[in-house]
């Protein structure tokens, strides 16, 4: 079955401690992303990559990091998580093309996110 | 900066009626993409438009793409309580970025 899978689903954690959220697909898509989702702010992407060792930042790029070392995995990575950070995180992957930009992206299904 | 703006943010309506949702922006897009997205789910791709003015059809769903790129529209026909959910529309700008740009949307109910 074609998915995007992410891990944890569900984190509480304190402030400071560092931590990682998994994303994985198994379509062999080139783009992947990262999305923060909170109340009243719609979907705001973090950071995507385009193939391996290929990222760029997204609109809230700020106390996070990602790395690219497998097409199919696209880790997010918090190094010192802080209470605002707090937030329903998405994965998505699709196909890319430089022209057009019109491809579907599959979402994870999230992983809640608790900072205190 | 929100660049794409969604009108309503809240809709709540009965069965049967009709409603249109609306994705406004002062930039210009490549392509709109229209998702829904249900509680405890990530967001599912509903079309995409490309060319200004195109408009698609989904069953009673129709999306239209403004002439100028810079704006969207999703309008519902004979709404039914299966619609309810959180509507977002998602473009890429067309300035060399590969960033997707995704609305504020907009949290439809249906009442039966």
């Known amino acids: 079955e074609a998915q995007v899978t992410q891990n944890p689903r569900y984190l509480i954690t304190v402030t400071g401690k560092k931590l990682t959220v998994t994303c994985s697909q198994n379509?062999?898509?080139?783009?992947m992303s990262w999305y923060r989702q909170d109340p009243g702010l719609g979907l705001r992407q973090i950071y995507y990559?385009?193939?391996?060792?290929?990222?760029d930042k997204g609109d809230v790029p700020e106390g996070y990091k990602v790395s690219r070392k497998e097409k199919r995995n696209f880790p997010l990575i918090l190094e010192s998580p802080s209470p605002n950070q707090t937030s329903l995180y998405f994965c998505a992957s699709s196909l890319f093309k430089r022209q057009g930009s019109y491809n579907e992206q599959f979402f994870g299904p999230g992983t809640r996110l608790t900072v205190l | 900066t929100q660049l794409l703006e969604q009108s309503p943010q809240f809709l709540s309506i009965q069965e049967g009626e009709n409603l249109t949702v609306y994705c406004n922006s002062s930039?210009?897009?490549?392509?709109l993409q229209w998702y829904r997205q249900e509680p405890g789910e990530g967001p599912v791709l509903l079309v995409t438009?490309?060319?200004?003015?195109e408009v698609k059809k989904l069953k009673r769903l129709t999306f239209q793409f403004g002439d100028a790129r810079k704006d969207s529209s999703l309008h519902i026909t004979a709404a039914q309580p299966g619609d309810t959910g959180l509507y977002l529309c998602a473009g890429r700008l067309t300035s060399g970025t590969y960033k997707y740009i995704f609305g504020t949307g907009t949290r439809l109910k249906v009442l039966a």
């Open positions: 379509m062999n898509h080139e783009y």
């Open positions: 990559s385009m193939n391996v060792e290929v990222t």
């Open positions: 930039s210009v897009f490549s392509s």
């Open positions: 438009v490309v060319t200004g003015g």
